[in-house]
């Protein structure tokens, strides 16, 4: 087992990821950090990550054989292995890094390389699950965001949902390593919740267009129909 061979808790921190690429040289590959709270905690495209008592926050390093070097396709082992651990509650992708249940937000993966040079020192992955939050109906994110605990009307063990998702993304992460890259964007592009549906897009310049997702490309980019039909 490679993802989880060691794991590190800590109560706070003020950022995760950065705590992640400071310690880079002393963490083995399949580093798990396990933090309560993060101060600073952060999504895609630099936007804040809402961080809550009761949800499931993961940094992990890992530091593949350059060789093996495909990082589209690295985040999409991983996240089909989050999906696979949680496969009996019907959790699916939304494009690009969202985790999607009952058309709301679940949790979501973030990952950012560390290059020395031309050299890859490492590669580090931030994951955020909303497992035993609550999202009140006077809550602004209650229309837009679920946790498992709201989804099953219990509270869930955290640390089988931890065990399960380890487990689950170290078996993904092999297939990544072995390079069965088609395999992975097959089972990915299956997990996919929104081809053929409506869907607005935000770019980093600020600029939004909506339209039709048609597809999934092996690079990880996607092919939209605007309205006008382009």
């Given at each position: 087992?490679?993802?989880?061979?060691?794991?590190?808790?800590?109560?706070?921190?003020?950022?995760?990821?950065?705590?992640?690429?400071?310690?880079?040289?002393?963490?083995?590959?399949?580093?798990?950090?396990?933090?309560?709270?993060?101060?600073?905690?952060?999504?895609?495209?630099?936007?804040?990550?809402?961080?809550?008592?009761?949800?499931?926050?993961?940094?992990?390093?890992?530091?593949?054989?350059?060789?093996?070097?495909?990082?589209?396709?690295?985040?999409?082992?991983?996240?089909?292995?989050?999906?696979?651990?949680?496969?009996?509650?019907?959790?699916?992708?939304?494009?690009?890094?969202?985790?999607?249940?009952?058309?709301?937000?679940?949790?979501?993966?973030?990952?950012?390389?560390?290059?020395?040079?031309?050299?890859?020192?490492?590669?580090?992955?931030?994951?955020?699950?909303?497992?035993?939050?609550?999202?009140?109906?006077?809550?602004?994110?209650?229309?837009?965001?679920?946790?498992?605990?709201?989804?099953?009307?219990?509270?869930?063990?955290?640390?089988?949902?931890?065990?399960?998702?380890?487990?689950?993304?170290?078996?993904?992460?092999?297939?990544?390593?072995?390079?069965?890259?088609?395999?992975i964007f097959s089972r990915w592009k299956s997990?996919?919740?929104?081809?053929?549906?409506?869907?607005?897009?935000?770019?980093?310049?600020?600029?939004?267009?909506?339209?039709?997702?048609?597809?999934?490309?092996?690079?990880?980019?996607?092919?939209?129909?605007?309205?006008?039909?382009?």
């Amino acid at each position: 087992m490679t993802i989880g061979s060691r794991i590190i808790r800590k109560k706070f921190l003020y950022s995760s990821m950065e705590y992640a690429k400071g310690h880079l040289a002393s963490m083995q590959n399949g580093t798990v950090i396990v933090t309560e709270h993060i101060q600073a905690a952060r999504g895609r495209q630099g936007r804040s990550w809402h961080v809550d008592k009761g949800q499931l926050l993961l940094t992990m390093v890992l530091k593949p054989e350059r060789s093996s070097l495909h990082l589209s396709s690295l985040v999409m082992a991983l996240s089909c292995g989050i999906v696979q651990s949680f496969s009996k509650y019907n959790v699916q992708i939304k494009w690009p890094n969202d985790f999607i249940l009952q058309s709301k937000k679940l949790g979501g993966i973030l990952a950012e390389s560390v290059w020395h040079g031309k050299k890859l020192d490492g590669i580090v992955v931030g994951i955020g699950i909303n497992i035993n939050n609550h999202f009140a109906q006077t809550d602004e994110l209650h229309a837009r965001a679920i946790s498992l605990c709201d989804h099953v009307g219990h509270q869930v063990d955290q640390e089988s949902c931890l065990s399960s998702i380890l487990g689950s993304m170290d078996e993904f992460y092999s297939k990544w390593k072995d390079g069965e890259y088609e395999k992975i964007f097959s089972r990915w592009k299956s997990e996919q919740c929104c081809i053929g549906k409506e869907i607005t897009v935000h770019h980093v310049d600020g600029t939004i267009f909506s339209g039709v997702m048609k597809n999934v490309l092996s690079n990880g980019d996607i092919v939209i129909k605007k309205a006008k039909g382009e």
